[in-house]
């Protein structure tokens, strides 16, 4: 049997803001097709860890290595890396002024030098897959939290990145909408894309997750597969998290 690569590996991630030492000794390893969800309270560093990922914020020590490869800022192009892990975040930050489709092939056509033809066919491809198959033309503002969303996604997935990250993608949705945004999610993963999720749906972490990880104060305190984290917690902060929350 082959084992999954790895497609990020995280090692001994330290990162500061000024004199707050936000992510300490962090280690991650994220297996193709893996869903990982991260949770934990507000301002114990899953942001910053995600936007680690994929270089959003330069770290100070440790090595993030993406299928192997150990990533740094002098040597790579960190634009090329974020194109092959894509993000969407809680505020969707659509282009107002731009088309649903337009939204969608802004990136692969502009970064990525695809032919509009191909973006505009690719496009309307992961549109129907989000249910958004009747909106090409219709422009952000006229749609739902739960349909920007969607729309979010699918512009990530334009890029056809190897992993996707999703910072509470839920948290600024009414609560009849968040539904419609985890099952495209869901969808997402039973096609093997490979994820890290942070998010307070423990439903969806329980459920589609494969790993899941406690970040308390920037540093993680434990992490398993979500029945025995969630059921069976072995450290007491864990414990108290959980305890706090369901
Ligand atoms: P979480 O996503 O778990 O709520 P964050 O990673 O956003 O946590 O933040 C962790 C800590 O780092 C918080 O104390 C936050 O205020 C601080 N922080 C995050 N981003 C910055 C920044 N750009 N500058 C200064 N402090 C920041
Ligand atoms: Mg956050």
């Known amino acids: 049997m082959s084992e999954k690569q790895e497609m990020i590996r995280v090692d001994k991630l330290n990162k500061s803001f000024g004199d707050l030492h936000v992510l300490k000794d962090i280690d991650m390893i994220v297996k193709e097709s893996d869903v990982v969800v991260l949770i934990g309270a507000s301002g114990s560093g899953k942001s910053t860890l995600l936007r680690s990922l994929n270089f959003l914020e330069i770290k100070d020590s440790g090595n993030v290595i993406i299928k192997g490869e150990q990533v740094e800022r002098d040597t790579h192009d960190l634009n090329k890396i974020r194109e092959r892990v894509g993000m969407v975040f809680q505020h969707f930050n659509l282009f107002p002024h731009k088309t649903v489709l337009g939204n969608v092939i802004e990136a692969p056509t502009q970064v990525k030098g695809i032919k509009k033809e191909q973006a505009i066919k690719d496009g309307k491809e992961l549109l129907d897959k989000v249910g958004l198959g ?34 509470e993608p839920t948290s600024a949705l009414d609560p009849e909408l968040v539904g419609e945004v985890l099952s495209t999610m869901k ?14 749906e423990m439903g969806f972490a329980r ?40």
């Open 134 to 167: 009747d909106k090409y033309n219709v422009y952000p503002s006229t749609l739902s939290g739960g349909q920007k969303q969607r729309v979010a996604i699918a512009r990530a997935l334009a890029m056809k990145p190897e992993v996707m990250l999703f910072d």
């Open 207 to 246: 459920e589609v997750g494969d790993w899941v990880v406690y970040m308390h104060d920037g540093k993680i305190v434990e992490r398993g597969v979500p029945n025995d984290l969630f059921d069976n917690p072995k450290e007491e902060r864990t414990q108290a998290f959980l305890s706090s929350i369901l």
């Open 187 to 200: 969808e997402l993963a039973e096609e093997g894309m490979t994820m890290v999720v942070v998010t307070h």
